[in-house]
């Protein structure tokens, strides 16, 4: 699993066999897991986190919406 990059102790990441769907990032932290897709950015999937905590992470894949997808294209594209 190709870890995007860290930030406010969230771990942004995607799993290997997920290349047959759309652009998306996984993120973890103290046990909870969310998943947003990127275009356009959308949670689909919440376990655990908090509303505020939910909010940092669209402002941080906001930030970095870039990044995710060039690491997305990089990986699958092999």
Request: with cysteine.
């Amino acid at each position: 699993m190709p870890v995007i990059f860290t930030e406010d102790g969230f771990r942004f990441f995607f799993y290997s066999n997920e290349g047959h769907e759309p652009i998306h990032v996984h993120i973890e932290k103290s046990g909870c897991v969310a998943k947003f897709w990127i275009k356009p950015i959308k949670l689909a999937k919440n376990e655990g986190f908090k509303s505020k905590e939910l909010k940092r992470i669209i402002e941080i894949i906001f930030e970095n919406q870039l990044a995710i997808e060039d690491k997305w294209n990089e990986h699958f594209s092999k």
